[in-house]
């Protein structure tokens, strides 16, 4: 990697930016089709948010029937877009695929057309109820297949083999027999199956948080972020790999999809940490890393929080109160390890007067941070996540809409009253209900038509309804088939023998079980996405953990976050895949940087299970001590500093083996939370920066020396 700023640098730099105006339309390996084809995926995508929207606002159907429809629509357009080999042609449909499409739409009408029959057989379907069950769960498998990969297929098609035949395996291995008619009931026609927690969580609040993480992108918050994080870290050593990592830290705030993050951010920051020097390796890996703390980063988390909320029984504002430290700790360990790495290689940042003005591009854009705030006030004032998006998402298209209408009004007092009018109808929902949004965005999505502009405008929204339904497709398809492994486990009774050994284990020792259920963790992120591995490792790990005394949400919040950092290791390595399509890097070395750039973030959890008020979790008396929490904070600070040094080998200046060593026993013995590690960790600490100031000035009068 070369110190060296190209001279055109800051151009270059500008001109990326003028490119976020709108994001990036890049969904992976997804036909690029035109004519009939085209208008009948776009057709699909709205029709999809559209009854999403539908929905959350009115509920006009039961939960098993919206659970079905909704899949049916994800395997609709999976079916679309996805092609079935990835060498098979993108710009054609192919007719076997459009009648795949098709027909798991109309599968997923089944339970709303059969609702009460079904209830009324419950515990003894028909043959039509078994072929249509069978016929859903083979047309999953090949939908999962072609979206998520081999690997997550290839784990549920395991589980569903132990729940046929795992009555002839040997001694505890085995269960008791179970016919064809009640693996399939168990599967599809009920809800401990596919349409499972996981599908319910998809088919009301997760998919309203894409929509909503959508609709800002589009209106210009991606814009926002970068301009922010450049005019803010831009100028600071190792300044563009920076400016990806906050930007990414904001980008989370809105998004919990890493790979979409990637794909959006790392539009802009990927190709300006290339063009000061960087190496494509690392500049798509720094991406990577930054990008996937947005899944634990409140207030819209990932997937994960919303089915752990759900599956503990708790407000989603409770998960998000334990992710933020942990969240903050995440991008300071990524922000702290690209510093580290920058000192090492030379690594330079942008002209400070080339850099744009941070606290400008606020009061220019302020408004679009209001949905998120508001979002931030509903989730933390009680209300349900639904409404908090439903209502964040109204919010963001009253702004959006309302923009260009007020643009038509020369005079800045207009404006003022015509927003401060608009406030006022709004306010009426708090009385009469969706009734009162739904005309206000008709009024203006009819003023957008005739307004100068304005068909751009519905344009974007447009855009953003059908890119909010194309991003769900990956997210609930994870859901939908990891229900597969939900419904074995609960058939079968399988996740009580893997708790019994990880009780055994802990018996001995809790840290032993801690490192099984995060080398379980890593290895299933080896080959699938965070979501089935949070829910396979949380439903036989988290009650283990519980026993051993780990409190309930801390034990889930563990396993969360290992899984996140699954997700950056190879050899499937998600995120690392997304940002090698930018940084024209290989998805390996990127897998590998990106892991040693995440090293640092390992001692979070652990420390939070010993200690539970790095979560913001009450001690056994019940009550939070802000003062434990603060104690907690500054001693992971300083681990997180310790295993970084450690990690890249530098710290001010190269650090030798034996240094490295000392700072990395000195993060260990903070974490170890045993009699008098603690005080030996901090003198660890303390005396390697002792040590590393006297080496420093020791070097000074050499070095001004050598330059005279």
Known sequence: MSSSVPASAPAQADDLLQNLDHPS???????????????????????????????????????????????????????????????SARDRLPWL?????????VLGLYHWKFEADLVMRSGDPSTTDMVVGTACVVLLFEAARRVLGLALPIVCALFLAYGVFGEYLPGELAHRPFGMDQIISQLHLGTEGIYGTPTLVSATYIFLFILFGAFL????????????????????????????????????????????????????????????????????????????????????????????AETLNVPYAEICKAAVVPALLYYVTTFWMVHLEAGRANLLGLPKDQCPNPWRAIRERWYLMLPLAALVAMLFHGFTPMFAGLTGLALTGVLILGTTVAAQFGQRAMRVVFWIGLGIVASFFAKFGIWVILGL???????????????????????????????????????????????????????????????????????????????????????????PNYIITSSIAAPALLKLGVPLIVSHMFVFYFGIMADLTPPVALAAF?????????????????TQIAAAGFVVPYMAVYDPALMLQPGADGVLHWGAAAYMLFKCLVAIGLWGAAAIGYLSRPLHVLERLWCAAGALLLVAAVPFTDELGFAAGALMLGWNAWQLKRQRPAGVASGA
Not at 53 to 67: D, G, I, N, Q, Y
Not at 97 to 105: H, K, P, T
């Open 578 to 594: 997304a940002a090698a399509s930018i940084a024209r890097a290989s998805p390996m070395k990127i897998g590998m940087k990106a």
């Open 25 to 87: 339309d890049d969904h992976g390996h997804t036909r690029r089709l035109a004519g009939w084809a085209a208008w009948l995926v776009v057709v699909s995508a709205l029709s999809f948010s559209v009854f999403q929207l539908v929905v959350a606002a009115f509920s006009p159907l039961s939960s098993l029937p919206t659970r079905s429809i909704h899949v049916g629509f994800l395997m609709l357009l999976a079916f679309l877009l996805y092609p079935a080999r990835s060498k």
């Open 441 to 531: 965005i008709a009024t203006l999505v009819a003023a957008n038509a005739v307004a100068q502009g304005g068909r751009s405008t519905l344009a974007a929204l447009r855009d953003s309804l059908i890119d909010g339904a194309k991003q769900a497709v990956p997210v609930g398809l994870a859901c939908a088939i990891v229900g597969v492994i939900i419904g074995t486990l609960t058939l079968t009774g399988a996740a009580t023998s893997f708790a019994g050994y990880i009780l055994q284990v802990g018996e001995k020792s809790l840290f032993m079980s801690l490192v099984l259920t995060m080398i379980v963790c890593l290895i299933l992120g080896m080959g699938i996405p965070t979501i």
């Open 217 to 308: 992108e589009h209106a210009g918050m991606i814009r926002l972020f970068n301009e922010m994080a450049l005019g803010f870290v831009g100028h600071a050593k190792g300044g563009p790999a920076k400016v990806a990592v906050v930007s990414s830290g904001f980008m989370g705030t809105i998004s919990g999809s890493g790979v979409a993050n990637v794909l959006t951010v790392g539009q802009f920051t990927i190709p300006l940490m290339k063009r000061f020097g960087y190496a494509p390796h690392f500049a798509g890996a720094v991406e990577a890393t930054a990008s996937m703390g947005g899944q634990i980063m409140p207030p819209v988390m990932g997937a994960v929080a919303f089915i752990m």
């Open 97 to 105: 695929d459009l009648v795949l499409a098709l027909g798991c739409f």
